[in-house]
Structure formats: C-alpha cells, structure tokens
C-alpha cells in the first residue's frame, strides 16, 4: 500500500481539509476525510497576516505552530477514522496557508511549521511545494492541473475542472494528455469578504443572500475592467489583489447600492470570469467539473451555467467519483508522493516554470 495524507487550507481561510488516500497502481482509494475548522483566533491571526503589520515575523512564527497543531489534530482524526497507525503512512503533503504571493518578485510564501508536524505526527513531511516551481521561473500555481490531469484526464475527451475556492482556477484537460491551467480571479474570496462585513457570516450559505439580490450591470463593467482578467497564462493570484481595499476602490460610485445587490454582482463576477476563461481555453470541452467551495453554492453554478450558454454540461467532480471539498486534500497527498518518487510535481505548461521540477522539501519524523 501507497499511503498518503494531504493537507490543504486555502485562501478561503476557513480550516484545514484532510484525506488519506491509498494510491494503488491502478486506482486511488480514499481512506478517510476530514474537515477541521480553524479556531476564531487562528483565523484572525492568519487574516491579519494577508497584509503588512508590526512584528510580523513573531505574529507569523506563532500562527505557524498554531496551525501545525491543527494539522496534526487532522492527522490524529484521519487515522482514528481508518484505524491506521501513523506508520502505516507514507509521508503527509501539508500545503501550509498562503499569506503572500508574488511570483512576479520572485517569491511565495506558505506559514507553516512542517518539522513541528513532523514531531507530533511522527510521519514523514513534505512542504514548501511552490517554491521550486517560482525559483524554476514559474508562477508557483496553480498546482493543482498536473493532480487534475492524473485523476480526472481521459483520452480522446477535454474536460474542463473548475476549482472554485478563494482564488477560481480551471484546469483544461485535453484528449491528447495536454494540459492548460491558471487562476482565473476571485472564487469565493469577496463574496466572503463582502458578506462578512455586512452580515457578519463567514460565507453566503448556498449563495442564498446573494440569490435574493439583483446584479449591477454597471458595477459589473467596472470590476471587469481589472487588467488581471485580460492577462494570458500562465497567470496566478490571491489576496494580494483581490481583497475588500479593491472592491471598495471600484465601489465609489455605487456607493448608494444596496450590500445584497453587490453581493449578486460578485457572484455574477465569479461565475463570468470563469466562464470566459472556460469558453477561450475550453471552448469544445465535453464537460466542465466543479470543485471546491464554490460547488455547494447553487446561486453561483447557475451563473456559471447561464454564462457559459449551454456550451458544455456543468456537474460536480462528485460526478466523477471524488467529492468537491475533497480534491484539493487528494492533489496534495498526490504531490508527497510525487515528491517521494523524485517524480515531477508541476507542468511546466500550465506554470510557466522552466521545466518539471520535484516540489516540496522533506521533514523527516
């Protein structure tokens, strides 16, 4: 048995998704799953670190041991659900939480404590996955199109996965093993924000809020107007541009807007950023699969679907046999083992890096 732990806690912020998977020659089998929310102060403390602050490199330090506790607190409940010891595991792939992303200066950068892990684990881990991809030249994500291409790709079909999180990004996969991906712009990441404000919710549960609003046309126009969606890949993103500072700078003349109808027009702007990426780099794809958060907002699949006008069929990777909140979780379980194999983790096409690279570093327990 091949057996593996993937960690992943994105730009949503939200908690820690955790799966353990045995990846056997000819199949992956998902042992266990688990969801993990971080703790009202973690959560702050990890937000508040997405920006500039005083003493940052303590406040940073000590968030990373928190959230390698809660790591480890994933680990423990994976393994008590399958009734595995720890040294039945391979190695944990622990993404660790994105607090800066800047490829174009050379750098990313994921808090984490992979060797406290390791300690209480007492499992093998690997981290630091998108370093090699930047130093390589490349954008350091998405990572997730190469997992993508080896779990979902089918010969003589292009399917399209739409990863709907924080950040969205799609993975085009081609019938002839080609593969074309990037960060398409905001997932969830405003409509969190904006319903978090206004609401004081964490997220729009269904898109019901926003459902009960009316899109602004012209507030629409204004935010697609962000040079971000017109640049070609490769291309990646993240709270370093989309954050609530950008929509209130383009909000000024709608001052006056009722908050539910801005959260419709950020939905719309979600489900039509994604669909115009879909339509330019997918355009004959047989399907388009959904993950992520964003799959469990029904407001939001039916702006994808009207935005993408029928041109190809709209389903969750459940259709696929693997639950929307779990594929993030597997892909990083998939890249420990990459790591393990010496087997390359990116594609060069989709990152813009100077070739396949072997991603992550090793803790060993």
């Known amino acids: 048995m091949a057996i593996y732990i ?3 806690s994105g730009t949503s912020l939200d908690g820690v998704d955790g799966a353990l998977v045995d990846f056997a020659p000819d199949s992956t089998h998902t042992l266990a799953a688990a969801y993990l929310p971080f703790p009202d ?14 003493n940052e490199i303590e406040r940073e330090a000590l968030a990373a041991n928190l959230l390698a506790r809660r790591y480890a607190d994933c680990v423990e409940a994976l393994l008590a659900e399958a009734g595995l010891g720890g040294a039945a595991v391979c190695a944990i792939g622990a993404h660790g939480q994105t607090i800066r992303h800047r490829p174009e200066l050379g750098y990313t950068r994921q808090t984490n404590n ?29 990572l997730v199109p190469a997992f993508h291409q080896a779990q ?26 080609s593969v074309i991906g990037f960060d398409t712009g905001p997932g969830n990441v405003l409509m969190d924000a904006w319903i978090s404000r206004h609401k004081a919710r ?5 898109g019901a809020w926003a459902a009960s609003g009316t899109s602004i046309p012209a507030l629409l126009a204004v935010l697609l107007e962000e040079p971000y969606f017109a640049l070609a890949a490769p291309k990646s993103t993240g709270r370093d ?9 383009r909000m000024a003349p709608f001052a006056g807007a009722a908050p539910v109808d801005v959260q419709r027009t950020l939905t719309a702007l979600t489900a039509l950023t994604l669909a115009r990426a879909i339509l330019e780099y997918g355009p004959r794809a047989d399907a388009v699969y959904i993950c992520g958060g964003g799959a469990y907002n029904a407001t939001l699949m039916g702006e994808l679907v009207a935005a993408l006008g029928g041109q190809a069929t709209v389903e969750s990777t459940a259709a696929l046999g693997v639950p929307p909140n779990r594929v993030e979780a597997l892909a990083f379980a998939w890249l ?3 790591f393990t194999q010496r087997a390359a983790g990116n594609l060069a096409a989709v990152t813009g890096a100077h070739g396949g690279r072997v991603l992550g570093a090793l803790y060993p327990r």
């Open 202 to 206: 964490a997220y729009d549960a269904d």
């Open 114 to 142: 992979p060797a406290l892990l390791a300690e209480l684990s007492g499992i093998d881990v690997i981290a630091d996955f998108r370093s090699r991809d930047v130093a390589a030249g490349g954008q350091g994500a998405p």
């Open 336 to 338: 420990a083992q990459r």
């Open 152 to 177: 979902f790709g089918k010969a003589g079909q292009t399917r399209v996965v739409a990863n709907i999180g924080g950040i969205g990004n799609i993975s085009v996969l081609h019938g002839d093993g």
């Open 41 to 54: 102060a973690l959560r702050a403390d990890l937000m508040a670190l997405q920006s500039a602050g005083p």
């Open 241 to 249: 541009l989309f954050h609530l500072e950008w929509l209130d700078a």
């Open 6 to 8: 993937g960690l992943m």
